[in-house]
């Protein structure tokens, strides 16, 4: 529950990458040996991704709060429960690393977040030219190379992270030298590079459009920190935006939020780049713009929702036109029932700013969606209920929390039902 209306002020503090962690808690499943991995953000995502890892037979012991040793060495099985799978996109990763490995991998068609059709097709056609043999069958992924990988050239069709990171994943441990064409240039593609590199592998031209992978004998195990979240440190700076206030927003990279602050500053909002922060204000009217999500380095499509809030009480007509996935704005219904005025023609969105929004009960649909919400709800009059709130769990670590130390008033109805989707990295210690 929010109760619109304060503005936001003080410091928060951005936590590990989302998309990175997702993307690297599998690829230990390569390594020989314990990986120590620093500054894991505490989701959900990251709960059932080392679940899995576990029901594998990997070895897991919890350091810290978001620190996370992992040992593979002992894992013998290819598949893992199919339950805990079909909850999360990010299970895809384990078909590359299972093919590396092991020569085999099972895993189930990939769950997550629904805002339309996110076919893995790009990620099959890699572990082709690699020389895998891939089938579906009956909600499963089976893949094989019974003679292991061989190096090729991949061209993606469309730029696509999932595919690159996975591609890229396989890549480290084929023989020969495979090049990647057409790459996503994300931070946590170099993210995940340095981090199989800091193993023993040999990855270069991550985060240009065309990777190189020179397959490795082995990877041996290491310490990593995985980078800061650049969609957690922008809903920040949204929130800001459209609550008003000053936030220091600390422990981010400022260049990778060069896309979001761009976009902000047309919106009349002051920030501030230093060295490991970034500083936000918010003290008069915000101004209308045009956003169109793109690949990095361009507007990141996982802020679509959460600037699409900001922009409901800006002056004048925005125009948010996404370019990356189909049906993405299922949450537009929601801000509808706030008083927001939005209309959605395919791909892009027409937002009349509104003098103001006002409370109401509205629900989750995916994890960034559910950010917009909390964003609108902490501007709105009155009190908002958002339900559904596994969703936002999936990606944002401590958010009640982080919100209530910058002057939000927000709190928790009831605890979350499922305690599979509690987002706690203790659950699986």
């Known amino acids: 529950m929010i109760r619109g209306g304060n503005a936001l002020h003080g410091e928060v503090e951005i936590s590990g990458a989302k998309n990175a962690a997702v993307a690297i808690i599998p690829a230990a499943l390569m390594v020989e040996g314990v990986c120590r991995i620093e500054n894991i953000p505490q989701i959900s995502d990251v709960s059932l991704l080392l679940k899995i890892l576990e029901d594998m037979g990997a070895e897991i012991r919890v350091v810290n709060r978001n620190t996370v040793d992992i040992d593979c060495s002992k894992v013998q099985k290819t598949t893992a429960s199919f339950e805990l799978m079909r909850k999360i996109r990010a299970s895809y990763y384990l078909i590359g690393a299972g093919l590396a490995r092991f020569g085999h991998a099972e895993v189930a068609m990939p769950g997550g977040c629904n805002f339309g059709v996110r076919p893995i097709d790009q990620h099959i056609k890699g572990f082709q030219v690699l020389g895998g043999e891939v089938t579906v069958n009956g909600g499963m992924v089976y893949a094989n190379a019974p003679e292991g990988l061989v190096g090729g050239t991949v061209y993606l069709d469309v730029v696509s992270v999932g595919a690159t990171m996975n591609i890229m994943i396989a890549a ?27 193993m023993g592998a040999d990855i270069r031209g991550a985060g240009t459009s065309v990777i190189r992978v020179y397959g490795a004998k082995k990877l041996t195990g290491g310490f990593y920190s995985i980078i800061p979240d650049q969609i957690e440190a922008g809903t920040y700076m949204a929130a800001v935006a459209a609550a008003g206030g000053e936030v220091l927003i600390k422990n981010v990279i400022p260049k990778h939020l060069d896309c979001i602050t761009s976009k902000l500053q047309e919106m009349g909002v002051t920030i501030v780049d230093l060295d490991e922060a ?85 629900s989750c649909c995916d994890l960034r969606a559910g950010a917009a919400l909390v964003i609108a709800g902490l501007c709105a009059q009155g009190e908002t209920i958002v339900e559904q709130i596994h969703y936002i769990e999936r990606g944002y670590e401590d958010l009640v929390s982080k919100l209530k130390s910058l002057g939000a008033d927000i709190e928790y109805l009831k605890a979350p039902i499922d305690p599979e989707e509690k987002s706690t990295l203790r659950a699986i210690s």
Request: hydrophobic share 40%.
């Open 172 to 198: 480290t441990l084929a023989k020969g030298k495979t090049t990647i064409e057409n790459a996503a240039r994300e931070p946590h593609i170099v993210d995940l590079a340095n981090f199989l590199n800091s």
């Open 278 to 362: 970034v500083l936000i204000k918010r003290d008069k009217p915000l101004c209308r713009t045009n956003v169109k999500t793109m690949p990095y380095p361009g507007f990141p499509t996982d802020m679509q929702p959460q600037i699409a809030a900001a922009l409901c009480l800006a002056g004048g007509t925005s125009i948010v036109t996404e370019s990356v996935w189909d049906n993405r704005y299922k949450y537009v219904d929601e801000l509808k029932k706030m008083g927001a005025m939005i209309q959605v023609d395919g791909k892009t969105a027409v937002i009349e700013g509104a003098d103001v929004l006002t409370g109401a009960p509205v």
